[in-house]
């Protein structure tokens, strides 16, 4: 089994910047794919960045030239930097990814963090 502990979430003015971590722990053999996505009130969710275990990355529309992933293979731990937040930012962001274990080859979601883009 994969735990996934989040952070880094909270409430900024627009046009902040906030850093999310994702690190995942447990019997982990390997992690090929790890990103965020978010959910806001009222919508579904969706991909924000993804980043492969070669580090390419994928952006949504939405976020691109604001927001960078990027990880640490050591850590098993994934990362959002998020600059030039706007109130549409505001989401419940959840960390996902692909992991090798004993048991199985599957995807984990963190339990997700807040952030609100507010004045």
């Known amino acids: 089994q994969v735990q996934l502990v989040e952070s880094g979430g909270g409430l900024v003015q627009p046009g902040g910047s906030l850093r999310l971590s994702c690190a995942a722990s447990?019997?982990?053999?390997?992690?090929?794919?790890m990103g965020w996505y978010r959910q806001a009130p009222g919508k579904q969710r969706e991909l924000v960045a993804t980043i492969t275990s070669t580090s390419t990355t994928n952006y949504a529309d939405s976020v691109k030239g604001r927001f960078t992933i990027s990880r640490d293979n050591a850590k098993n731990t994934v990362y959002l930097q998020m600059n030039g937040l706007k109130p549409e930012d505001t989401a419940v962001y959840y960390c996902n990814v692909y992991a090798l274990t004993i048991a199985s080859a599957t995807y984990y979601w963190g339990q997700g963090t807040q952030v609100t883009v507010s004045s």
């Open positions: 447990g019997t982990i053999f390997s992690i090929n794919a």
